[in-house]
């Protein structure tokens, strides 16, 4: 059974206890419209890498996987969401604190995941037009589960 645990129980370790706190239903609103203007943010980070993507000249013959690269940007606020709604029940806080620590998660993780998605694209703004250049080396931060290895030819 403990075998079985193991997983989660390093999963738990990794995040620090938070302590609990009460919070109003207004403190909870305000933490989850931080979170909504980050992603309003990232959508348009997003929408910024993706039309430069579009713009990329073809890969060994091949079109550059744009829609893969669509797929693993919203696959990745999906992630979020999920991870962040678990740090909130993590907290043992209950009522309005458990959905402030997760939307502040989410506000969190929005503004770090900006600043990869536009180094992602100040890198492929560089990358294009450079003969030899390597735009697919601009993307590899945005894969989060990415093992050693993976990338190489």
Known sequence: MIGRL???LAALALFPVLPVRAQSIDELRRDQMEAVK???QLDRADAVLLRQVAQLPPSHGNAFPAESVAALLAGWRGYIQRECGLV???TGANGPSSGSFAA???ARRYAERIRLVQAAGA???REIGREGGNPSACLEPLVVLKAEGDFDA
């Open 38 to 40: 980050a992603a309003k």
């Open 104 to 106: 502040i998660c989410e």
């Open 123 to 125: 890198c492929l703004s």
């Open 6 to 8: 193991a997983p989660l």
């Open 88 to 90: 909130g029940v993590m």
